[in-house]
T-cell receptor, first 115, second 113 residues
Framework: DTGVSQDPRHKITKRGQNVTFRCDPISEHNRLYWYRQTLGQGPEFLTYFQNEAQLEKSRLLSDRFSAERPKGSFSTLEIQRTEQGDSAMYLC?????????????FGPGTRLLVL | SQQGEEDPQALSIQEGENATMNCSYKTSINNLQWYRQNSGRGLVHLILIRSNEREKHSGRLRVTLDTSKKSSSLLITASRAADTASYFCATDAYHQAGTALIFGKGTTLSVSS
């Protein structure tokens, strides 16, 4: 257990539905990242927050995706009008901004299946 | 896009043998990290090596970094069945905004008893 939790762990939805995932980072970590991982691939960066500010978005993050971190603590990732191509593992990671503590700690992931 | 490329893609060994995985990357880095992922689970951080370091040890793990060749290797000594997992190298996006990690496709290690 890395201290990063994600909910739900699994989600099955029908194409066109909206889904929302939650990530709770390690409490003192002010950086939070979202990644997506498809079968047989490494994780790919989606977006990251420093405190409540969303500082970077990947071009993978289409306009159907939105992420928030309203109070600089937990974060949510919403996918609207899901497509079958959205099926993947969605991973959250948190990191401290203290010097020499660049390690990102990953949660267990949310596995999404879009039917 | 993927920055790192691990080699080999798959590796099968017997318990007690050593396992060596290699990673190559494309751009300048601040540091390189290795992660392990058990099937269907999240990633577990193994070790971080900075660009000014050449070798680092942690328990049965030994990591080397050659910035002139843009490559790194992970050696697991005296492997155990519990080491069966996928192993990823990840580099920081030195020339991009933020500190997102860029992962390779991973090496799948299978250790049989």
């Amino acid at each position: 257990d890395t201290g990063v939790s994600q909910d739900p762990r699994h989600k099955i939805t029908k194409r066109g539905q909206n889904v929302t995932f939650r990530c709770d980072p390690i409490s003192e970590h002010n950086r939070l990242y979202w990644y997506r991982q498809t079968l047989g691939q490494g994780p790919e960066f989606l977006t990251y927050f420093q405190n409540e500010a969303q500082l970077e978005k990947s071009r993978l993050l289409s306009d159907r995706f939105s992420a928030e971190r309203p109070k600089g603590s937990f974060s949510t990732l919403e996918i609207q009008r899901t497509e079958q191509g959205d099926s993947a593992m969605y991973l959250c990671a948190s990191e401290s901004t203290r010097a020499y503590q660049e390690t990102q700690y990953f949660g267990p992931g949310t596995r999404l299946l879009v039917l | 896009s993927q920055q790192g490329e691990e080699d080999p893609q798959a590796l099968s060994i017997q318990e007690g043998e050593n396992a060596t995985m290699n990673c190559s990357y494309k751009t300048s880095i601040n540091n390189l990290q290795w992660y392990r992922q058990n099937s269907g689970r999240g990633l577990v951080h193994l070790i971080l090596i900075r660009s000014n370091e050449r070798e680092k040890h942690s328990g049965r793990l030994r990591v080397t970094l050659d910035t002139s060749k843009k490559s790194s290797s992970l050696l697991i000594t005296a492997s155990r069945a519990a080491d069966t997992a996928s192993y990823f190298c990840a580099t920081d996006a030195y020339h991009q905004a933020g500190t997102a990690l860029i992962f390779g496709k991973g090496t799948t290690l299978s250790v049989s008893s």
